[in-house]
C-alpha cells in the first residue's frame, strides 16, 4: 500500500475509535440507554481485555502450552498475582517482566 | 481543587501504567516498520488511531495484506469495548461545552480510563473532575507518542531477548484483576479467555470478538442467577 492510502486507512479507523468513544458522551441527556446494556457494561473491559490477553499467555509460536517451555505463562500468572494482592500497576507491571526475565535465565 | 491540580492529579494517577505502555509502544514502532509500513506513517498511526492494541493488530493486518474493508472492522471490534468507557464517564461530562467533550472523548483509552475513573466517581464530584481525566488522557497520548516514536527510530536496534512485547499482557493484567471483585466478573475473564484461546487460529482475530461476546455472555448470566 502507498503511504496516502495508508494514511486514509488509518484516517477510517481513527474515526470510528473516536466515534466509538464519543457515542455515549455525545448522547448523554438525549438518549439512556436500557437497563440491561447498563448492566452488561461493567464485563465488556474485563471480557475484551482477558480475550486479548490470554493467548498471549497460553500459547508459543501458535501452540498451546502450559508447560515450563512456556515462561509467559508463569511470568503472567505471577503478574496476576501480585494484582490481586495489591492491585498496584507499576508493582503488577514490574514483577511480570522480573518474572519473564528470571524465568527465562534459569530455563 | 483547581483545573491544574485536578489536570497533575490525573497525570500521576496515569504515570504508573507508562511503565506497561511505554515499551508497548517501542514494539509497536517495530512491529509497524517490520509489516512492511514506512516510518512516518507507523508514527502517524499513533495519533490518527491513538489504540494500542488496535495500532498492533492493524500494523500486523497490513502486512499481512487484508483487505481495507476488513480491517477497520477489526479496528472497530477490538475498540468496541470504548463505549462503554464513554457511557462511564457520559454522565460526568454531561454539562461541558462540546469542544471539551470532543478531545475528552479522543483522549479516551483503557489506561486513561482505568486511571481516572475512581477519582471521576468520587463523591462530591468536583466541578473540576473532567481536568482529572484530560491529565490522564493527555499523559497517555504524550507517553505513547513518544515511545512510539522511539520504536520507530531507534526499535530495531534493541535486542529481542528482553521480551518487551509482554508488555501488553502485563498492562492488561494490571488494569483486569483488580477490576474482578465478585464471581460473575471472574467467570466472565475466565470464559472469555478460555475462549480466546480454543478460537486463536480463526483468520484476522476474529476469534477475540467471539472470545469477549462469550465473556461477556457468561457473565452477565452469572449475575442474573446471583439472588438480588
Known amino acids: 500500500m502507498s503511504q496516502s492510502s495508508l494514511l486514509l486507512l488509518w484516517l477510517a479507523c ?17 438518549y439512556r440507554p436500557p437497563d440491561w446494556f447498563i448492566r452488561w457494561l461493567p464485563f465488556v473491559p474485563i471480557a475484551a481485555l482477558t480475550a486479548i490477553t490470554a493467548p498471549e499467555l497460553a500459547l508459543v509460536a501458535g501452540q498451546f502450552d502450559l508447560g515450563f517451555g512456556n515462561p509467559r505463562f508463569w511470568a503472567g500468572l505471577a503478574a496476576i498475582a501480585v494484582a490481586a494482592i495489591w492491585k498496584n500497576t507499576l508493582l503488577t507491571i514490574a514483577s511480570g517482566f522480573a518474572a519473564l526475565w528470571l524465568l527465562n535465565w534459569i530455563l | ?32 516498520l517490520q509489516s512492511g509500513i514506512p516510518p512516518l506513517a507507523a508514527f502517524l498511526m499513533s495519533s490518527l488511531v491513538f489504540a494500542g492494541s488496535a495500532q498492533f493488530l492493524l500494523a500486523q493486518l497490513v502486512g499481512a495484506g487484508a483487505p481495507a474493508l476488513l480491517m477497520v472492522g477489526a479496528v472497530g471490534l477490538i475498540n468496541l469495548r470504548h463505549a462503554l468507557y464513554s457511557a462511564s464517564v457520559a454522565p460526568v461530562l454531561a454539562q461541558l461545552p462540546r469542544r471539551w467533550k470532543l478531545l475528552l472523548a479522543y483522549l479516551l483509552t483503557d489506561e486513561a480510563y482505568a486511571a481516572a475513573i475512581p477519582h471521576l466517581l468520587a463523591e462530591p464530584r468536583s466541578p473540576q473532575a473532567h481536568w482529572i481525566l484530560f491529565g490522564a488522557g493527555f499523559a497517555l497520548w504524550f507517553g505513547w507518542q513518544l515511545s512510539t516514536l522511539v520504536g520507530v527510530l531507534v526499535g530495531a536496534r534493541l535486542p529481542a531477548d528482553l521480551g518487551l512485547d509482554f508488555a501488553l499482557p502485563l498492562t492488561f493484567i494490571a488494569i483486569v484483576v483488580p477490576l474482578i471483585d465478585s464471581r460473575a466478573r471472574l467467570v466472565a475473564a475466565l470464559v472469555a479467555g478460555a475462549v480466546a484461546v480454543v478460537l486463536v487460529a480463526l483468520p484476522y482475530k476474529t476469534g477475540l470478538f467471539a472470545a469477549a461476546l462469550a465473556g461477556l455472555a457468561a457473565g452477565a448470566f452469572m449475575q442474573g442467577r446471583k439472588p438480588a
Open chain 1, 14 to 30: 481513527g474515526l470510528l475509535t473516536f466515534a466509538i468513544r464519543y457515542s455515549f458522551i455525545a448522547l448523554e441527556g438525549h
Open chain 2, 1 to 32: 481543587m483547581t483545573p491544574a491540580s485536578a489536570f497533575l492529579l490525573g497525570v500521576r494517577a496515569l504515570l504508573p501504567m507508562l511503565l506497561g505502555v511505554a515499551p508497548f509502544g517501542v514494539i509497536y514502532g517495530v512491529v509497524a
